[in-house]
């Protein structure tokens, strides 16, 4: 009996002693290990340990609190932050990471902010957000992005010519419409080329014969005549 005593006490003691070095292990012993060390290497061992308040560099110092703002969700561990830029990337990555669009209208700083209403304009496939994002072609860039994603040919005809043709072409071959071909008819070479491929995926011959282009009409004759001709030999 007083064996099992004595070892029961002895595990006890046991437990109790990496009990307390489990609490020294973290912030505690990370210090000690980081004050060692000098420069850079210094910095980078508390910011690995997220005791970012010893960080002497200053932009080392705030990309470490921009990472700890991200790891705790909270926006306002971003205003201990003192450059500008790394305030609106904070702000930016905890609007994008809880989808609060109302965040990025906090953000100071116009490049992020536009970044964050075109992130999540994207994220939740809404052309209406993407008004609010202030660059031109970064906002063009928006809505043709959520046209291809939504197939919403209406939305391509806020785009400039080119744009246009490329968001009307990857959304008539994406949902195999052919009529949406004939919307941007004054680019012939992306109108023929519109044709041909939904020809093709419908396997459709008489869609060539809408083709603009005489070179890709033929073409496109001569791969269904081409294509007959192997089926029936």
């Not at 560099?57 to 003192?82: F, G, H, P, Y």
């Not at 052309?127 to 043709?144: E, G, S, T």
């Amino acid at each position: 009996m007083k064996l099992k005593i004595a070892i029961v006490t002895m595990l006890l003691a046991a437990a109790l002693l990496l009990s307390s070095c489990s609490l020294l292990t973290g912030s505690a012993v990370a210090d000690d290990a980081c004050s060692s060390l000098e420069g850079a290497a210094r910095d980078n061992c508390y910011s690995e340990s997220q005791q970012c308040s010893k960080i002497k560099n200053t932009q080392a110092r705030d990309s470490c609190v921009a990472e700890l703002a991200k790891q705790k969700n909270d926006v306002k561990v971003c205003d201990l932050i003192v450059t500008g830029k790394t305030i609106g990337f904070c702000q930016y990555q905890i609007a994008v990471q809880q989808d609060n669009f109302d965040l990025c209208k906090e953000i100071g700083d116009e490049s992020w902010q536009d970044t964050c209403y075109y992130k999540l304009a994207l994220q939740r496939n809404d052309a209406d957000r993407c008004a609010y994002v202030a660059d031109v072609d970064q906002n063009l860039d928006c809505v043709k992005k959520v046209a291809i994603a939504t197939n919403d040919a209406e939305l391509c005809h806020r785009l400039s010519k080119q744009n246009k043709a490329e968001c009307l072409f990857k959304i008539a071959t994406a949902t195999l419409n052919a009529d949406l071909c004939a919307q941007f008819a004054e680019d012939k070479l992306n109108t023929a080329s519109c044709y041909l491929k939904v020809a093709k995926l419908t396997d459709d011959k008489k869609l060539c014969n809408k083709i603009p282009v005489k070179d890709i009409k033929n073409y496109c004759n001569g791969y269904f005549n081409d294509k007959a001709a192997a089926l029936s030999s």
